[in-house]
């Protein structure tokens, strides 16, 4: 049992010791670099785009006739309820890059988890 303790307390004292960039493999350092870039000045957020048709209701509007109104949501779950909300026109394409950039991130940031992962695994710094 001793010598796990002090397994433990090296890995615990190589995890701490300072982030450098020279240790990284290539393929971590691009991954951080994209990570970097993104979160510079970006918007983001988390939940997926519905796309959904419908009338309005009005007699004499185009919907009546089968030509229906688009419109774009915004869905996502919190503390297990459904979010929603209707994306204005003037928003969409920002909105639309937000959720993409945001999902690229946590794609990223998952492909890095991974490597750490990985470096835990095989007791490297």
């Known amino acids: 049992m001793t010598s796990t303790f002090v397994l433990y307390i090296v890995i615990i004292q190589e995890m701490?010791?300072?982030?450098?960039?020279?240790?990284?493999?290539?393929?971590?350092?691009?991954?951080?670099?994209?990570i970097a870039q993104l979160a510079s000045g970006r918007w983001f957020l988390r939940g997926n785009l519905s796309e959904?048709?419908?009338?309005?209701?009005?007699?004499?509007c185009r919907c009546a006739q089968g030509e229906l109104h688009k419109s774009l949501y915004l869905v996502h779950s919190q503390d297990g309820?459904?979010?929603?909300i209707c994306v204005p026109k003037a928003?969409?394409?920002r909105v639309?890059?937000?959720?993409?950039?945001y999902h690229q991130m946590q794609k990223l940031i998952e492909e890095v988890s991974e490597l750490e992962w990985k470096r835990l695994e095989e007791r490297k710094p």
């Open 16 to 34: 701490s010791d300072s982030f450098s960039r020279s240790k990284l493999s290539a393929v971590e350092r691009n991954f951080r670099s994209q």
């Open 52 to 60: 959904r048709s419908g009338k309005c209701g009005k007699a004499n």
């Open 81 to 84: 309820k459904l979010r929603q």
């Open 96 to 101: 639309r890059q937000a959720v993409h950039d």
């Open 91 to 93: 928003w969409q394409e």
